[in-house]
């Protein structure tokens, strides 16, 4: 169950709403709590259980941590807890024939309280609900956002839900509907049909309006999910941090994930790059740095070559901007967003192609110097195309600055809420009866 | 005009609207859509009430809007169908030799009695021109896989056997009735019959190829522009006639105003799988005849091949409860009922897009229901090697 089913929108959120409102403010966490691993359980009954276990032996790890004065014991059971999640990870990631919903995002989120305890940069959770309300709370478990739990776990003990925060929220969260069930899952269409076609058979227009599907859909797939997590937290008192910034205003690809995925970036500079050394030991050591980071970052996503590659293709990008390329490309905006603009989408073909041998065919398809192709037809981007140009335009539209000032100036005023309250009807329309996939990072 | 500090009008709203909306989908899910409440506790009752304002507002809508690719096709995983199994189930089952004159029988014993020998020439009548006919064969795209894989059957009934994936016992009861009905063609004596035979790339020069999303392929990626095209991807027997795809002198018709306009050779028809979560075979079958009974009223001279829907891959087959082949083959075996021999003839391109499990040919499709782009000429190569040739 996403968060855009119908069987949620509904049938669950309805009746959680109603129970978390109606109860008093200190039985809410164990409302949330409840809900969370029902919600789950929805999805898979076993990734419940997994859930509730991974919750309580971190639980009971992250206690026995704190228990211990001597470092030797606290380096000890950090590295207990950080084995037993990764490895858990690891297992259901790359061995087990499926993937329990949300594990990739929850057990982030419990490694962050190992570390922060064994940091000492918050006090262990106070009781086992307030570490499964944090680690499992449904808005944010199946594809987060990623929360440290330094940043978090006081929105668990302690927190007001308001007027304000439910409008706010819930205005967001339709907007991420819309996002999702309009502008994402229309695009991908496109990316849909071209797989369709073969990409032996696409030409090379289609083949660069492909990339730019693809990239689109993702942007709007899972920035749409995120705008419903923190809309959802929103509504019941939370602030979740914002999960994109506007990626393709970026001038360089650091820049464009900073602003993408925000709460997975954050993850790995603070849990992983800096305590590597960051950049402060020399040149060759954030290379070093860098590249284990973006290694790690294709390795989260799936063990298929492709990310590895597409990991290691960011690592490199980034280290020669690290180098010398930002410079050039920070004093020279319009050279920084052709770059971007043009490597990006690239670097998600390499995302979205699991098997090296189409990746190939779909790169000699992009860059056609060396023949190629299969019953081209030189036309069929025009006619693939056309349907299309209106949803590239409304995701181009969202996404320039004027969009921000004007939600900003504009979100709590009737005619706001009166568009909205239409889009959200139109969303549930569009989820009957066109077509409707999953959230795409619900398999990372 | 911002609104005040401490209420929720937005939530309020939706939360009325959305229980008003429950109330009048649950009336109608009992009452006026009861027949598109297909998945009951699976889904929210308010999926009854959308499903049914899109499905019946359609029905007033012209066909241009009402068409749009069938997402139970495009999306493998997420399939929002409707099922309407007895939308015409009160209706008299339609007399089939009501449509087509002439029946032959040849294609119902094909298909369920091996008498393939028999059925290449059940009347005595038909012409022999395999020899006589020039080959297509340098009209083929080269390095095509599907070529060497075709067969040169030249009966309309004998494809099933090959594609046999398990046809389901029922599927007789259409060929049964044309049968009986037409007990003895040969005593008919008066049509002509005629045998597939080997034509070139210049027969198409005057055909029309209508259909769905997979004619959208061949029309884009078999590289043969000398037919002429009127196929959208949704198009379904009950809209094909209002899909506005035709192109007659740089304007956009609909199929009925374009045959009105413009004379064929040969019709191809090739359509029924978005129709599939939609009534059941009877009611198919009836819109089917009336579109090939109308295609003849706009088309007398034009030969008219109609073609079997073409299978899915094995596992969509396998775990698709509409679009699944022993399904197809139902329609399929209803379709070749209605091949006369002398002016409706059956194609079968599951013949030769089948792999050994009688499934569609996993390396031929990325969808599963779709050719990809490279193997969409197989479908003309089957026509050339299974063209009708009549004296003039």
């Known amino acids: 169950m996403g968060l855009s089913d119908l069987n949620f929108i509904f049938r669950f959120l309805p009746v959680f709403l109603l129970v978390y409102f109606l109860c008093p403010a200190k039985y809410r966490n164990v409302a949330l709590f409840v809900a969370s691993v029902v919600f789950c359980g929805f999805g898979s009954l076993p990734g419940a259980l997994i859930l509730l276990g991974s919750v309580a032996v971190s639980y009971v790890l992250t206690c026995i941590l704190d228990c211990r004065k001597s470092p030797r014991w606290r380096r000890g059971w950090l590295a207990a807890a950080v084995l037993f999640h990764v490895g858990v990870l690891g297992y259901f990631k790359y061995m087990a024939p499926s993937l329990p919903p949300g594990i990739s995002f929850y057990t982030f989120t419990l490694l962050t309280v190992a570390i922060d305890v064994y940091r000492r940069a918050e006090r262990p959770p106070r009781s086992f609900l307030d570490l499964g309300t944090f680690a499992a709370m449904f808005p944010k478990l199946l594809s987060g956002p990623i929360t440290a739990y330094h940043d978090a776990i006081e929105q668990v003990r302690r927190r007001k839900v308001t007027a304000k925060g439910v409008e706010y929220g819930l205005s967001l969260m339709i907007v991420g509907l819309v996002f999702k069930v309009i502008i994402a899952d229309t695009v991908g269409i496109l990316w849909h049909d071209i797989q369709t076609v073969g990409f032996e058979s696409i030409s090379t227009p289609l083949a660069w309006m492909g990339a730019a599907a693809y990239s689109v859909q993702l942007l709007f797939d899972f920035q749409g999910y995120s705008l419903m997590a923190v809309g959802l937290g929103s509504m019941l008192g939370f602030q979740l941090p914002r999960n994109f910034d506007h990626p393709y205003r970026s001038l360089s690809v650091s820049e464009y994930y900073r602003r993408w995925h925000m709460s997975l970036g954050r993850w790995f500079r603070d849990y992983l790059y800096i305590p590597l050394g960051g950049s402060r030991r020399g040149a060759a050591r954030t290379v070093c740095n860098l590249l284990v980071v973006w290694l790690a970052t294709g390795i989260w996503h799936g063990v298929t070559l492709n990310f590895l590659i597409w990991g290691l293709a960011l690592g490199f990008f980034i280290v020669m901007e690290k180098l010398w390329l930002g410079k050039l490309l920070n004093g020279h905006p319009v050279l920084g967003h052709l770059y971007v603009w043009f490597l990006i989408p690239l670097t998600w073909v390499v995302f979205a192609v699991t098997d090296l041998g189409s990746l190939g065919i779909y790169f000699t398809r992009l860059f056609p110097f060396w023949g190629g192709g299969i019953a081209v037809n030189p036309r069929d981007w025009i006619i693939h195309g056309k349907n299309y140009l209106g949803f590239f335009l409304a995701a181009l539209a969202v996404s320039c600055p004027l969009a921000d000032s004007v939600w900003k100036r504009f979100w709590n005023t009737l005619a706001a809420k009166v568009v909205l309250f239409a889009l959200f009807w139109v969303c549930v329309y569009r989820i009957v009866t066109g077509l409707h996939n999953p959230f795409m990072y619900l398999g990372f | ?392």
Request: charged share 20%; with cysteine.
């Open chain 2, 1 to 392: 005009m911002k609104t005040r500090k401490h209420t929720t009008p937005l939530l309020s709203a939706l939360a009325a609207s959305m229980l008003c909306a429950n109330l009048a989908a649950t009336v109608s899910a009992h009452g006026v859509y009861e027949k598109y409440d297909t998945e009951g506790w699976g889904q929210p009752v308010i999926a009854v009430l959308m499903q049914g304002l899109s499905q019946e507002g359609s029905l007033w809508e012209p066909a241009d809007k009402a068409t749009g690719d069938n997402p139970a096709l495009l999306a493998s995983s997420q399939s929002s169908t409707v099922e309407i199994p007895d939308v015409l189930a009160g209706q008299p089952e339609p007399a089939i030799s009501g449509s087509v004159s002439g029946k032959n029988p040849s294609s119902s014993e094909g298909q369920h009695g091996g008498g393939a020998a028999d059925s290449a020439n059940p009347s005595g009548t038909a012409v022999p021109q395999q020899d006589s006919a020039p080959t297509g064969s340098g009209n083929n795209v080269a390095g095509n896989p599907g070529s060497s894989q075709r067969t040169d059957a030249a009966m309309p009934g004998d494809s099933a056997q090959e594609a046999g994936s398990g046809v389901p016992g029922t599927t007789g009861s259409g060929n049964g009735t044309a049968a009986q009905q037409n007990p003895d063609p040969a005593a008919q004596a008066e049509p002509k019959q005629y045998a597939f035979t080997e034509v070139p790339q210049e027969y198409f020069d005057d055909a029309l190829f209508i259909g769905d999303s997979r004619v959208t392929g061949v029309e884009l990626y078999s590289g043969w522009d000398n037919l002429t095209y009127y196929a959208e991807g949704g198009m379904t027997i009950y809209n094909m006639f209002q899909s506005k795809t035709a192109q007659v002198d740089g304007q956009t018709l609909t199929i009925e105003e374009a045959l009105q306009k413009r004379s064929f050779g040969k019709i191809y028809l090739e359509i029924g799988i978005n129709e599939m979560g939609t009534g059941n075979v009877d009611s198919f079958m009836e819109a089917y005849e009336a579109a090939v009974e109308h295609l003849r009223e706009l088309q007398p001279d034009a030969i008219l091949y109609v073609c079997g829907i073409m299978y899915v891959k094995q596992s969509k087959s396998e775990s698709d409860p509409i679009f699944n082949n022993p399904a197809i083959q139902e329609r399929n075996d209803r379709i070749a009922a209605l091949a006369d021999g002398e002016s409706i003839f059956y194609l079968d391109i599951n013949e030769v897009v089948t792999d050994d499990t009688g499934n569609l040919n996993p390396d031929y499709t990325w969808d599963e229901v779709h050719l990809l782009g490279k193997y969409d000429v197989i479908w003309l190569e089957y026509f050339s090697s299974h063209g009708i040739v009549k004296d003039s």
